[in-house]
């Protein structure tokens, strides 16, 4: 490689880190599809529901998939969904009621449980989400544990709901937020009824629609990086300059957003998603729920090659100015000089207090203090090239694309922990699922690619998927029930499912 002009070796692209490789950080929980009763269950793979001895779709309970509507968005301004337009404060219950007519949701009477989508935005210091049963008492689980400033975090939730005999009317969840103030968005993808379902809920059963259905959606040329909003999955296309939205429920593309030249990284701030343009050296912002995009491009420095969130203000990675840009999310703003880092910054991730970037060329991390902007202590050696970055609630994990492993070093610390975990060739980007880390193996066009699975809690391999994705895998996002995995050599992306 020359450090002049700065080319990457064969199978390693310049997209950027996507924050949603560390979602779902440190929450214990894993997002799964439940069956609400013993008698139902979703068959994964089948895009349907099947019933224990059933014979026809109108026993008792039965499970609807519906395509997902919003029940609550805390946020103010034209995003708030629902009654409360205010975050949840610390050791704050917050209850709503499901059943009936209720922000952009009609979900029938009777209903007994329902599965959500729930996502925490902007957490104003450490704590946990735990959803339960309205008016009950709070469970001791949590469903999305977060620190301060996380990045918007998505957990798939099946909950039940309150019955007649509650003291409050039935129908109703609840909220406990033990840390705030922190928004909160629902999403409603299916409902699960204790009654024969009537003819009209029939014909609203989108028995096309498992969410938990591994799926392969065409997207533009050479897909690099991959963020998820809450809702929808966007795909950067490299090649034609453009954004590809996803809907996950129907595994397509809904929307086409035109950006600056050769996008490369990805994030989302909780109301838009930004995307750093390599080549002409800005970031576009994108309003996650109009697809238009937001003002004037913001100008960087030279090569922007990945971003990441801090709660408050974006950083961008400059790899031609071997420095970081911080902006404010909020107006767009440019703050202060770009911090100086190590040489070619590829990848980026935020624990809660630092900014974590990855130097391909020095072979190293550096942290910066997100409340401060001062680079904290001496660069942490890692592998050869590394690029990818995530954290676990724990541990930050990088990807050495030239040593064809992953580092773990302790956060709190900076301590390298252990020795090199073993991947496959090339390994790229990362992303956790509340359980594992998953990497990226990006390898040539021409030769089977795969994705590595590890168990954070162990440092264990425990899969290793080969042609489970298309070719030459880079960026990855978990949008609380599956991987996403974008093959920037077969212009596709790839949800896997998740556990």
């Known amino acids: 490689m020359s450090d002049g002009d700065r080319t990457l070796p064969a199978g390693c692209s310049f997209a950027g880190e ?30 349907g529901v099947a019933w224990s001895g059933a ?3 109108q026993l008792t309970p039965s499970q609807t998939l519906i395509s997902p509507c919003r029940i609550m968005d805390t946020r103010s301004g034209p995003n708030n969904v629902g009654p409360r337009a205010t975050p949840l404060n610390g050791d704050e219950i917050y209850t709503i009621q499901v059943t009936g007519l209720n922000g952009n949701c009609n979900i029938p009477a009777g209903t007994s449980g329902v599965v959500m989508n729930v996502t925490i935005v902007g957490p104003g210091s450490n704590g946990y989400l735990t959803v339960f049963p309205g008016g009950s008492n709070t469970p001791t689980a949590s469903n999305l544990n977060y620190v301060a400033g996380q990045a918007p ?3 798939q939730v099946t909950v039940a709901l309150n019955g007649p005999e509650s003291l ?3 129908g109703q969840v609840s909220f406990f937020a033990s840390g705030g103030p922190v928004n909160v968005i629902a999403d409603i993808a299916g409902y699960t009824t204790a009654s024969r379902l009537t003819n009209p809920q029939l014909t609203q059963n989108r028995w096309d629609r498992d969410l938990a259905k591994p799926a392969t959606v065409d997207v533009g040329p050479v897909p690099t990086a991959v963020a998820f909003d809450g809702t929808n999955v966007w795909v950067v296309n490299e090649d034609d300059n453009t954004v590809s939205v996803v809907d996950p429920a129907i595994n397509d593309v809904i929307d ?7 996008p490369s990284a ?6 838009n998603v930004w995307v750093t343009n390599a080549i002409s050296n800005n970031v576009t912002r994108i309003n996650a729920a109009t697809g238009a995009v937001v003002g004037s491009p913001i100008a ?5 090659t990945a971003i990441a969130f801090d709660g408050a203000d974006m950083w961008v990675a400059n790899g031609n100015d071997d420095t970081v840009t911080q902006i404010n999310a909020a107006s767009g703003t440019v703050i202060g000089s770009p911090t100086a880092v190590g040489t070619f910054p590829n990848g980026m991730a935020f624990d809660g207090a630092n900014i974590w970037v990855t130097n391909f060329i020095s072979n190293n991390v550096t942290r910066i203090d997100a409340a401060t902007g001062a680079v904290v202590g001496s660069p942490i050696a890692v592998g050869t090239a590394p690029v990818g970055v995530a954290f676990d609630g724990t541990n930050m994990w990088v990807a050495n694309n030239g040593s064809d492993t992953v580092t773990r070093i302790d956060a709190a610390t900076g301590v390298v922990v252990g020795s090199p975990i073993g991947v496959g060739v090339r390994p790229s980007r990362l992303a956790f699922d509340g359980t594992t880390m998953w990497v990226s193996n990006t390898l040539n066009a021409d030769v089977p690619s795969t994705v590595t699975r590890i168990d954070v809690a162990t440092g264990t391999v425990i899969a290793v998927g080969v042609d489970a994705v298309g070719r030459r895998p880079v960026g990855m996002a978990f949008d609380g029930t599956n991987v996403w995995v974008a093959n920037s050599g077969s212009n596709t992306v790839s949800k896997l499912r998740a556990g």
Do not use: E, K
Request: proline share 7%; no cysteine; hydrophobic share 40%.
């Open 18 to 47: 996507s924050p949603s490789g560390g979602r779902g950080r440190g929450f214990s929980w894993r997002a799964r599809w439940a069956a609400i009763g013993a008698a139902v269950a979703v068959v994964a793979g089948t895009g």
């Open 55 to 57: 014979t026809n779709a």
């Open 153 to 155: 975090t998505p957990n």
């Open 168 to 170: 409050i009317a039935p």
């Open 256 to 262: 086409t957003v035109t950006v600056g030249s050769l």
């Open 266 to 271: 990805i994030a989302f701030d909780g109301t």
């Open 300 to 304: 960087v420095g030279s090569s922007p």
